[in-house]
């Protein structure tokens, strides 16, 4: 596996001190309204729930210390925080890539202070870990995220720095979960005793993270095992890997459980987000589809990435960025004189280089700005890489019922229309997955052929893009 060296420098380490009260994160380098800065100050103030608070952060870090499929010993990396102005997100991935958390610390969850904009690193380290576990439920806290004085700076640089290795694959799935998320409705919501009942129940036992995928549905106030993914079911796979809300159950206040719209017949195994409300608070984790399977394959952005002018669309809407808590697609649309359909998959662009997130709680996009680009995201995309290979040796030739033969090496594949209009395919990947995990190389090479072919060579509307649109959403 690929991975580059991705350093965190920071003044001093985190802190919790009991004396002062004050719980201080610190900063690594982050972007902000004014540029770039080394160590952004986002916010200083009371935190309402200081107990909750502790727990849900905890929460965020063990899932990025976690690697949950074949468990083994790797370095923590540190949670990203962004300020949106009117609340606070800690974000994390797991190391296997298969479990994405956030915390949201909304307005109620904080009193005084203002909360800033911007994106960074903060430092969660092990004395600071055990400090904020012994934390007790009356203890007022302040929360800092940033330094608490940048006059402290010397020509000598950072006094605490941390070298990581960070997957290709981690990066990735930064991108995958937004599109993903974005394809969920709420499924069920649980009352506080309910809920923690049932979280109790799932991760007892310390069961496996790669058991079998399970399946709940809706009863009333509760949720109920089935059998079979039956119409308006939740999937569970890998149950054990919502241990981490273990951590917060003492201070639910509900569950809401939200998932993709299942249809009669369909048995494939399918992600899930389990949000936990906290006093201002709500911390979320999300679940790929099965615990062996990262999120970094799942191929959601592959339409996105294929679209002619996307680029340039992208490039356009992120000029209208401002670290937005939820981006109004129809009003970004209107700004940027596009359709809404080009601004969803320019935000699916941007994502790729972690500069959109995704919130099912508010079914909405928010932004935030990573040290990514899209264009790595994109050369390091396998099947898109072969996809533009086979349309450049001149391997598609586009049949009259909109399908394509496209000869590879000795063979040939036949990429067929269906009568819902939707694109399918001969060869084994499709075979395996049935669009489950994004369009095949064939699929995309014949979206791409067209578009090379359409009048000046752009057509991000067009019903050959609609046709590859249509396949990853199968």
Known sequence: MTQAAHIY?????SVLDDRRGRLGLETSGGATPFGEAAHPRFFEGMLTAPSAAAAALLAVADVAAARYFQPQLLASLDPVVTANGDRLRFESFSGCCGVYARL???????????????TTNVDVNIPLRDALGRLGPAEPLRLAVGPESLEVTTLDGPLVEKKVPLPDRWLRGFAETQVVAAGFDLRAELPA????????TLTAGGRDATGPTRWVVPAGRLLRPTSRPVPGAVCLPGAQRLVALQRVLRHARGLRVYGPVLTAGDTRPASSAWEVELPGMRLTLTLSPEAARGFSGEGGVLDALALAGGEQDADLVAALLAWEPRIDVAELAEQAGL?????????????TAGQVGYDAAEAAFFHRQLPYDAGRAEARNPRLRAARALVAAGAVHPEADGGALVHVEDHVQRVRRAADGSLGCTCLWWAKYRGGRGPCKHVLALGLATQ??????????????NDVTEVSAR
């Not at 420098?9 to 380490?13: T, V």
């Not at 949201?104 to 911007?118: A, K, P």
């Not at 005793?193 to 109790?200: E, K, M, N, S, T």
């Not at 090379?452 to 893009?465: D, H, L």
């Open 9 to 13: 420098s920071y003044l001093r380490s």
């Open 104 to 118: 949201d610390v909304l307005e109620s969850g904080v009193d005084g202070g203002e909360i800033g904009h911007g």
């Open 193 to 200: 005793a309910d809920a923690v009942r049932f979280l109790r």
């Open 339 to 351: 359709s809404s359909q080009r601004v969803r998959a320019a935000l699916t662009r941007l994502g």
């Open 452 to 465: 090379a072919a359409a009048p000046n060579n752009a057509a991000p509307n067009n019903a050959a893009s």
